[in-house]
């Protein structure tokens, strides 16, 4: 089936203005998580979505971070009031309950904050 | 938390010749270990992993191995090829808690012809 989609794949924005991030899992995945990976660095995780469980937020790095998810389906990642330091790639994956440690991951949106 | 050290950063090795890369972690309750593959522009993709009830897993070219007692483990790969080169990551987690993965820093390998 498809895989892990991301829109936009490109968003530029200016300093101050809100951003909306998207990811769709592949489906029937229960868990999702959003990453955040900066040029020529690692993956930094913000957020973990299980099912109906409250999400795991201990990697977001700020207040102006926020994550939704309804059910086991599309994840929507909101960033307030953007600053410079908030571009990079984000990553998000997810995982079925097969085989729920393999993260699959979806080709990322790259935001750039002038 | 988990705190996942890796390395090397960059490693350049001639086609044909094996590379390895080591990762350490903090966290003795990890059981998880899975090494990722990113090309340049382009997503994540596992190649392999390892479970903590195991010592070594081989899959072609590539194997990695895991001491659990110095919580250290490493990805081989042998006779690489051009198109080896990427960037890997590995990471760790506790699948008991949460599978929520904690990523090294990355290993940028360059194979040259």
């Known amino acids: 089936g498809a895989g892990v989609s991301q829109s936009p794949s490109n968003k530029v924005t200016e300093k101050g203005k809100d951003v909306e991030l998207r990811c769709d899992p592949i489906?029937?995945?229960?868990?999702l998580y959003w990453y955040r990976q900066r040029l020529g660095q690692g993956l930094e995780f913000l957020i973990y979505?299980?099912?109906?469980?409250?999400?795991?937020k201990s990697g977001l790095p700020s207040d102006r971070f926020s994550a939704e998810r309804t059910g086991e389906s599309v994840s929507t990642l909101t960033i307030q009031r953007t600053q410079q330091e908030d571009s990079a790639v984000y990553l998000c994956?997810?995982?079925?309950?097969?085989?729920?440690?393999?993260?699959?991951f979806g080709p990322g949106t790259r935001l750039l904050v002038l | 938390g988990e705190n996942v050290e890796q390395h090397p950063s960059t490693l350049s090795v001639q086609e044909g010749d094996s590379a390895v890369i080591k990762c350490t972690y903090s966290?003795?309750?990890?059981?998880?270990f899975p090494w990722y593959k990113q090309e340049l522009g382009k997503r994540p993709q596992l190649i392999i992993d390892i479970r903590s009830n195991v010592g070594e897993k081989k899959d072609q070219r590539i194997a990695v191995t895991l001491n659990k007692t110095a919580k250290h483990f490493s990805l081989h790969i042998t006779e690489t090829q051009p198109e080896d080169s990427a960037v890997y990551f590995c990471a760790a987690s506790n699948t008991g808690t949460a599978s929520k993965l904690t990523f090294g820093t990355g290993t940028r390998l360059q194979v040259t012809l």
């Open positions: 966290d003795s309750a990890s059981n998880y």
């Open positions: 979505f299980q099912g109906n469980s409250a999400p795991d």
């Open positions: 489906s029937g995945h229960t868990a």
């Open positions: 994956a997810s995982t079925s309950r097969d085989t729920k440690e393999t993260q699959y």
